[in-house]
């Protein structure tokens, strides 16, 4: 069964710290692995991450995959009280498959 | 931007009624989906369809149906709804196989 795994599943930060969520994932013929923040209602894209070993960074957001150790990790720098929001992580996997799999997300929230 | 929308943001139903869930997308996207999202259960598959009239059972198809009749328009149908059928459902929708997906604000149903 394919399975993605996101840790910690909640945080609790001051602003200006750094923060690094971490997504594992087993899944057959793996295709790319997806960010997204969810506030109060729609996620929002951020990053899709299909190669080893290439940084995606938007602002203070950035991104890794590591295809050999089968994870991906999402870094915050300096948090602001807005980047409070479950960040998920989705799996796409190759074939003619659309499903995405999703991990359960991470809780993040950032204290003034 | 890609605008995704659900018809009601909450919906209260009673047991054994007949919930349709709207969603439309104004992008010409090929595929949409319905996902369900619970708390410790993260985000689950519905339904999707990648093509007017097509649609494909996701992981949790059981007590719903869909409907594509036009491309912009993908509908959830709870036949007969149950009081575990109490969640938050998302509909989403993308360009094409590569492309990410694009969520709705969600559609918070309570069956009581």
């Known amino acids: 069964e394919d399975k993605v795994v996101q840790s910690p599943l909640s945080l609790v930060v001051h602003e200006g710290d750094t923060v690094t969520l971490n997504c594992s994932y087993e899944?057959?013929?793996?295709?790319?692995l997806l960010w997204y923040k969810q506030e109060k209602k729609a996620p929002t894209f951020l990053f899709m991450l299909?190669?080893?070993?290439i940084e995606k960074k938007s602002g203070r957001l950035s991104s890794i995959l590591d295809k050999k150790e089968l994870f991906s990790i999402l870094n915050i720098t300096a948090t602001q009280t807005g980047d409070s929001a479950i960040y998920l992580c989705?799996?796409?996997?190759?074939?003619?498959?659309?499903?995405?799999?999703f991990g359960k997300g991470t809780l993040l929230t950032v204290n003034p | 931007d890609v605008k995704v929308t659900q018809s009601s943001r909450y919906l209260v139903k009673r047991t054994g009624e007949k919930v349709f869930l709207e969603c439309v997308q104004d992008?010409?996207?090929?595929?949409m989906f319905w996902y369900r999202q619970d708390p410790g259960l993260g985000l689950r598959l519905i339904y999707f369809?990648?093509?007017?009239?097509?649609?494909e059972k996701g992981d949790i198809p059981e007590g719903y149906s869909v409907s594509r009749e036009k491309k912009e328009r993908f509908s959830l149908i709870l036949e007969s709804a149950s009081t575990n059928q109490t969640s938050m459902y998302l509909c989403?929708?993308?360009?094409?196989?590569?492309?990410?997906?694009?969520f709705g604000n969600g559609t918070r149903l309570t069956v009581t």
């Open positions: 989403a929708s993308s360009q094409d196989y590569n492309s990410p997906l694009h």
């Open positions: 899944v057959t013929n793996f295709r790319n």
């Open positions: 299909t190669s080893s070993g």
């Open positions: 989705a799996v796409k996997l190759g074939g003619s498959n659309y499903k995405l799999t």
């Open positions: 992008m010409d996207h090929e595929n």
């Open positions: 369809s990648y093509d007017v009239k097509m649609k």
